[in-house]
């Protein structure tokens, strides 16, 4: 009755659904539910952010001209979870960081599932988004469905479909949005895929299913840490490099010319991110469960930890060399953003480097067009303008954005540490390649 139910609903776009956790995955997904004639929920604990939602003040561009000021219909935003009783599908996209001694921290999911215990219900699908370790869905979401009485597949539904979702930065399209990106999706059993595969073939073209939470969980982790791995590679490389005083760069140009068997990752200063600095810890900490021991992951993470020591010891070298006298000398922070050409700040290596800088109390400035404030550390973006570039001893590159011209900041700097290899083609004594 209720699987029928449910599938009836949501193919005819009469489910109400709603998203926990407003941030980077849990706007664009639901602005894609949205779009497609959803009613739809959005929850969050911050009270702020809720506010300047209902005033219509939204940050993310996903809702942009989607709706008039105080002309919204079927989309409600707010921190209370009892909201959720209303609800068809509920789907949480929570972060889940890691603890200081590196173990995974799910309590945002936790405490998310105590806050809506109370409103949950006979005949609702909860699906979690959250990139976890394999067989969270069954350890932490399945027992806490079964003391509430539940009988899942039957009269509730439990998915887990890992999130897919590229930042992107309102200026700059991305080849692959969440619509056109392949979404695995997996249920506790045939009924609950059925469910997921109904619910997420509304927003996106290709649904990939799987007959396991834990094969999609795990499928998740490898993905990023496919990445780590890789980028850990290529940054052990890089320092390897400098030692030869080889340009890195212009040699991974060299070796991507190869049209097969080769895939380009490129170094920079450190990983950013909330996935691919976190996951080969979370995928670790799981395996020791098994008694394993994931030495190749392991290493990974620590190399691209230690890839940004090895940039600022070596920023500090290069100023060095210049004699130039770092405790008066002035540096200028060229991008922030963890990767480039989006406003995302989380886990950049930028804010390590200009943590070490502020407790040094070297004077410094940033400049990133697309973040225009670093709150916890309270300073703000200076314009960008390549004239007063001579006013700094030294310019950093931490972030590649397109926006930035590679002449004028030649043209107008006195001395350039480059971590990206953005001016990997210009070879002048100011310019060092790190």
Avoid at 157 to 172: A, D, G, H, M, Q
Avoid at 269 to 288: N, V
Wanted: aromatic share 12%; net charge positive; glycine share 4%.
């Amino acid at each position: 009755m209720y699987f029928r139910a449910l599938r009836e609903k949501i193919k005819k776009k009469k489910a109400i659904i709603a998203v926990v956790g407003l941030g980077y995955v849990g706007m664009p997904l639901l602005a894609q539910f949205y779009k497609k004639g959803f009613n739809t929920i959005g929850i969050d604990i911050d009270e702020k952010k809720i506010s300047n939602l209902k005033k219509n003040e939204i940050r993310s561009f996903y809702f942009k001209n989607l709706f008039k000021k105080n002309k919204i219909k079927n989309l409600l935003f707010t921190s209370n979870f009892s909201n959720a009783e209303k609800a068809d599908v509920i789907i949480l996209c929570l972060p889940t960081p890691l603890k200081k001694n590196k173990s995974p921290d799910v309590s945002h999911i936790k405490k998310a599932l105590v806050k809506l215990g109370p409103f949950l219900k006979k005949g609702q699908a909860l699906s979690l988004e959250s990139t976890t370790y394999p067989e969270t869905t069954e350890e932490i979401l399945l027992p806490f469905l079964k003391k509430l009485k539940f009988n899942i597949s039957k009269d509730y539904f439990l998915i887990y479909s890992p999130e897919r979702e590229s930042p992107v930065f309102e200026k700059n399209k991305n080849k692959f949005s969440l619509f056109n990106t392949p979404k695995i999706c997996s249920g506790h059993s045939a009924n609950c895929l059925t469910i997921g595969n109904d619910l997420y073939s509304q927003i996106v073209k290709t649904v990939v299913k799987t007959d396991s939470t834990k094969k999609a969980e795990f499928a998740k982790m490898i993905e990023n840490i496919y990445r780590a791995v890789n980028i850990g590679l290529i940054n052990e490389l890089k320092m390897l490099s400098q030692k030869m005083n080889i340009n890195i760069h212009q040699v991974i140009d060299l070796a991507g010319t190869k049209p097969f068997g080769f895939t380009k990752f490129l170094p920079g200063p450190g990983l950013g991110g909330h996935c691919i600095p976190i996951d080969p810890y979370y995928l670790s900490w799981r395996a020791k469960k098994y008694k394993f021991e994931t030495k190749f992951i392991r290493l990974a993470g620590d190399i691209n930890q230690k890839v940004t020591n090895w940039t600022i010891n070596n920023i500090i070298k290069i100023i060095k060399k210049k004699k130039i006298n770092f405790n008066k000398c002035k540096i200028l922070i060229l991008g922030v953003a963890y990767k480039a050409d989006i406003d995302d700040l989380r886990e950049s290596p930028a804010l390590k480097i200009i943590s070490v800088l502020k407790r040094k109390k070297i004077n410094f400035d940033y400049c990133d067009p697309y973040i225009n404030k670093i709150r916890y550390l309270n300073i703000k973006s200076i314009k960008l303008n390549y004239k007063n570039f001579k006013l700094y001893d030294c310019v950093v590159i931490l972030t590649d954005h397109s926006i930035f011209s590679r002449n004028k900041i030649i043209k107008n700097s006195k001395l350039i540490v480059d971590t990206r290899g953005f001016l990997k083609n210009f070879n002048q004594s100011k310019i060092f390649h790190l």
